[in-house]
């Protein structure tokens, strides 16, 4: 099956911006790119589709670049924005960068030239400006960018001649990359179809030859909001900023109705199984939210980690039989008084011998309550924080044990 046919089949594909593209990627090998701007210190749930749809043109033969936007994002993409980006330092945006490599390589394969990662700093930062403007912003017509959303919608608030900037930054890099790597297709979210289209017009109007632009649709919730928010804000895909235990748990409580696009959009499973799992009721769609959680978990974290979440869930829930196998601890409330420091808690649990032992657990990144990373050594714990009568403890990556808070 054409690639082209996989991803509008598992709902990808938003729009494409010229004819041809489905028969360019039957007949060649296509080099395509994807730009992400490092504007936080890790991806999100966002760019989690996105890295999904390149896997699957990279399992195709098709060779992804990863383009990070170190140049871009010293402007910020006004595209979906209602007011200006904060302006971040260059160290910030290196250190952001880095970060996003990291995180890429989960869902790539960088051997061998198999896939390319650069930095849109390269070329841009040293960019001569009316050299810039000369051969690129003459292409340009104002009056057809004014007529784009990402700069329509801004118009009223206002707008900066900073950010008026970026379409063209953008389509820059497409034309970069092609004269570069031979790169002929855009990928990215439909919020950027204005951006994706100037670049894919300037490039068959400098260079005389085809480039594609496609879009996909946004991960969105069966009643039109954005999927992917906490309570505590965004899921991240890095696992200091978003537990593998809460990545996990927001997928296994999503609503009924959006788990058939879920497991479509960012797992590898067969659309015959995701159709079979989408299609159960009432409560049998619990165990197709099972295997949601588990695949993207998996996806992203790694099958351990995917494991002890899965496992700390079914603990914590009661839920798979596996609550047998966690060994607890009950405590009185007057206990817990005496206790309530997590250091000394661990300690009346028999998990560290020491306070000493348990700071350096904690220092170490390797104690989480609830699913909740522990980072102070004198946080304390409260009688309403056990949830159900109980809280669970997770020591380093494989231990867990529960506290029981008696009546």
């Not at 046919?5 to 080099?31: A, C, S, Y």
């Not at 989690?48 to 990279?58: D, G, K, N, R, S």
């Not at 949830?387 to 008696?406: N, P, Q, T």
Request: with cysteine.
């Amino acid at each position: 099956m054409n690639v082209f046919d996989v991803l509008t089949e598992r709902g990808f594909i938003k729009q494409t911006t010229h004819e041809g593209l489905p028969e360019l990627l039957e007949k060649e090998k296509v080099t395509f790119y994807i730009g992400f701007d490092p504007t936080a210190d890790s991806l999100h749930v966002g760019h989690f589709v996105q890295l999904m749809a390149m896997a699957h043109m990279q399992r195709a033969g098709h060779r992804p670049i990863a383009l990070v936007g170190g140049g871009t994002a010293m402007v910020g993409d006004p595209s979906g924005k209602t007011d200006m980006r904060k302006m971040m330092t260059r160290e910030t945006i290196v250190r952001n960068s880095e970060k996003f490599r990291k995180q890429m390589g989960r869902f790539l394969d960088f051997t061998e030239g198999q896939a390319v990662m650069t930095d849109n700093s390269d070329w841009l930062l040293d960019l001569n400006y009316i050299s810039f403007l000369r051969e690129i912003g003459a292409v340009f017509s104002v009056n057809k960018m004014l007529t784009a959303d990402c700069f329509k919608r801004r118009l009223e608030k206002g707008l900066t001649f900073l950010e008026f900037n970026y379409m063209l930054m953008q389509a820059y890099d497409f034309l970069v990359l092609n004269r570069k790597y031979g790169c002929a297709l855009q990928l990215g979210g439909d919020d950027q179809w204005s951006n994706i289209l100037a670049g894919a017009d300037l490039i068959r109007r400098k260079e005389r030859k085809p480039a594609y632009g496609m879009t996909f649709t946004l991960l969105l919730t069966s009643d039109g909001r954005k999927m992917g928010k906490t309570e505590t804000g965004a899921l991240w895909l890095d696992a200091e900023k978003t537990s593998p235990y809460e990545f996990y748990q927001y997928w296994r409580n999503v609503a009924d109705a959006d788990v058939g696009n879920c497991l479509s959009l960012l797992t590898f499973m067969p659309m015959d199984e995701v159709k079979r799992l989408a299609s159960l009721k009432d409560s049998a769609i619990n165990e197709a939210k099972k295997v949601l959680a588990f695949e993207v978990t998996k996806q992203v974290h790694g099958e351990e980690e995917a494991r002890a979440a899965q496992q700390a869930a079914e603990a914590m829930f009661g839920q798979g039989g596996q609550e047998d196998g966690v060994p607890s601890t009950e405590i009185t409330k007057d206990g817990l008084d005496e206790n309530k420091k997590v250091i000394d808690l661990l300690i009346f649990c028999g998990l560290t011998a020491s306070r000493g032992e348990g700071r350096r657990l904690i220092a170490g990144g390797g104690l989480s309550i609830n699913g909740e990373k522990v980072t102070d050594e004198f946080k304390e714990i409260r009688p309403d924080d056990f949830d159900g009568g109980e809280i669970l403890i997770k020591k380093g990556k494989k231990v867990f044990h529960k506290v029981k808070l008696a009546e």
